[in-house]
């Protein structure tokens, strides 16, 4: 192959390949399309040692036509200090028969940065060697800004979730699973260990699975509560479900994310004093073994309070006196709140 021509011919052989109106050069037409696509050309003679490059070039660059003859390889010396050690000269490498192309930051003269992709194509000569060298700079700076925020977005997400939730999860619109599931198993990535829960049959029955196909089928976040088997420490523990949709532009799913994250007792909903039933109190004190006098001496009542509150007589103590009792259960460590079903739930701790 004959050595590669300079920009002019270049522009001239590529305007020649379309019809161009006669007021229109074939170089004002590759200044447009460079500056619409956001790259430059250059060609590098190797016979005369001289480079040539488009007015596109030195927009990206943010260098003056006149200021000083172009050379392919300033443009690695323009590195960003950060890529200085990871940018390539890739003029070099082609000079020397190897394609190349990388993308990094540069610093202009103007003191802006800008990610450029650079990109060098070593042409032959009829003796095989390389003849002349042409290359593409492409301003990036838009799609490499885009890309780290959303990557940046994602580290945000998963640093909050991995601090906060035991496990998280995503699934697609049908509700199938992308990234673990709801309702099984440790989290993608981790190892099931002693001190973590392991799910009873409450956490799998079928009301809060078609809660949770429910939610994903109308479209609408939900946060659940749900009770599993703590092994080592041979008690239940509440852990709260949750998920959100993921819309697109026009507000259809696109996807689910979800966690589950580990709580106390005291962040399970509490239940309404008026929907305790003598059974529920009773329950407590004797998972607590409290004898009617302990629990009243602790709540700050009577002890004919106490038996009021456990009988099934319609004479039931005022609601501030309850409020007291279920305190002092409590802080002893009995909770009475709401499970996923609805019903009222005891836990120990």
């Not at 927009?59 to 300033?74: C, K, M, T, V, Y």
């Not at 005022?318 to 002092?328: C, G, K, M, N, Y």
Request: glycine share 8%; net charge positive.
């Amino acid at each position: 192959m004959s050595a590669a021509r300079p920009a002019s011919s270049t522009s001239s052989a590529m305007a020649s390949a379309v019809q161009i109106p006669k007021n229109i050069s074939s170089r004002d037409l590759l200044s447009k399309v460079e500056s619409i696509g956001r790259f430059g050309i250059w060609v590098y003679d190797v016979a005369s040692g001289q480079a040539h490059c488009s007015s596109g070039v030195h927009h990206i660059l943010g260098a003056a036509p006149l200021n000083r003859p172009f050379h392919p390889s300033s443009i690695t010396r323009m590195a960003h200090p950060r890529d200085a050690g990871s940018a390539v000269d890739v003029f070099s490498l082609s000079l020397r028969g190897t394609p190349s192309q990388q993308t990094f930051r540069i610093v202009r003269a103007d003191r802006t940065v800008r990610w450029i992709h650079t990109l060098a194509e070593p042409v032959l000569g009829d003796n095989g060697l390389v003849a002349s060298v042409v290359g593409i700079v492409t301003d990036v700076t838009a799609q490499e800004e885009a890309a780290r925020l959303l990557a940046l977005n994602e580290r945000r997400r998963h640093g909050l979730f991995d601090h906060l939730a035991m496990r998280t999860w995503s699934v697609d619109a049908t509700g199938r699973p992308i990234d673990g599931a709801p309702l099984a198993g440790p989290a993608p990535g981790r190892r099931s260990s002693p001190e973590e829960p392991r799910p009873d049959a409450s956490f799998e029955d079928a009301l809060l699975l078609d809660k949770v196909r429910g939610a994903i089928a109308q479209g609408r976040p939900f946060s659940l509560c749900h009770l599993v088997l703590d092994e080592r420490h041979r008690r239940r523990m509440p852990l709260l479900l949750g998920g959100a949709p993921i819309l697109d532009d026009e507000g259809q799913v696109l996807e689910w994310h979800g966690f589950t994250l580990r709580m106390k007792a005291g962040g399970m909903p509490q239940v309404n004093i008026r929907h305790i039933e003598p059974q529920h109190v009773r329950a407590a004190r004797a998972l607590m073994k409290w004898s009617v006098q302990e629990l009243a001496r602790r709540a700050g009542v009577s002890v004919s309070t106490v038996q009021r509150l456990e009988s099934d007589t319609s004479s039931r103590p005022s609601d501030p006196l309850v409020t007291r009792i279920i305190e002092a259960l409590r802080e002893g460590g009995a909770t009475l709140c709401y499970g996923p079903s609805g019903n009222i739930c005891l836990l120990d701790g």
